[in-house]
């Protein structure tokens, strides 16, 4: 598949998008969400992939919100259907997606950009990292599942306060709030995302697979949820090799 607006890079069992408009710090126009649901499609199909990272290019933002030049003369059933849309097929994709989305954050995550990162599993940031909703400045609340996936990372008075001011929180507030998981110097932000990647890339994908889909229902009361897919794996492979590796005192391989 021929990609215009994003990079992807393979190594090991870790595969790496990058969005690449830096022009626009990365700001994601109908294109760029078409080609990272298109790129997921791809990887989530690929026997070769087990953990996608996703980040973006340059020293200067992940990604500077969706593409306000884009959507400026947008009326209401364009806009209601540019969100819909893009939920779909990109952030809700995201996080419904079988293999663990890791989003390395290596500068300004804005709008869209801190969208797409909650939409991700896990994030981790460099220490130039800033992020926010800026939407109301614009006339505007966040569309891509802001509102919904910001009260659930850092409760909902944070989150208030973070969408009403608009203002950008630092890297550390950001892991201070546990809006982040980790913060790292620029240099390292990258090989420590692999790192946990490839910790991630050994670990059963068929347990893994069951575990975002029943931490995802934890928004949801996904005790059942839970109990049937503990059910599930018992009758898989990696069940029977992660067990009797455990018990052969060897380690497994999935
Ligand atoms: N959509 C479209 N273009 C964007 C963009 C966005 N969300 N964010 C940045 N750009 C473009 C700028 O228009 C500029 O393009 P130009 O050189 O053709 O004028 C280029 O990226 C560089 O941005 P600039 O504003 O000059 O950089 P800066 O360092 O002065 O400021 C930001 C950086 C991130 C603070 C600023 O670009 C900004 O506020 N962006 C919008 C953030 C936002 O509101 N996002 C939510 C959208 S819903």
Redesign the pocket.
Known sequence: MNFQNILIEKQDKTSIITINRP???N?LNGSTIKELSNALDLLENDADCRVIIITGSGQ??FV???????FSDFGQHEAEELARNGQNILFDRIENLKKPVIAAVNG?A????LELAMACHIRYASENAKLGL??V??G?IPGYGGTQRLPKLVGKGLANEIIFSAKMISAERAKEIRLVNEVFSFEELLPKTKELATIISRNSPQGITKAIAAVNASDNNGFELEIKSFGELFDTNDKKEGVSAFLEKRKPNF
Do not use: M, Q, R
Not at 64 to 70: F, H, Q, R, S, Y
Not at 110 to 113: F, P
């Open positions: 022009d626009s710090l700001a200067k933002s500077a919100g969706a593409d306000i030049k884009e300004f804005l709008g869209g950009g800026p939407e400045t614009l505007l």
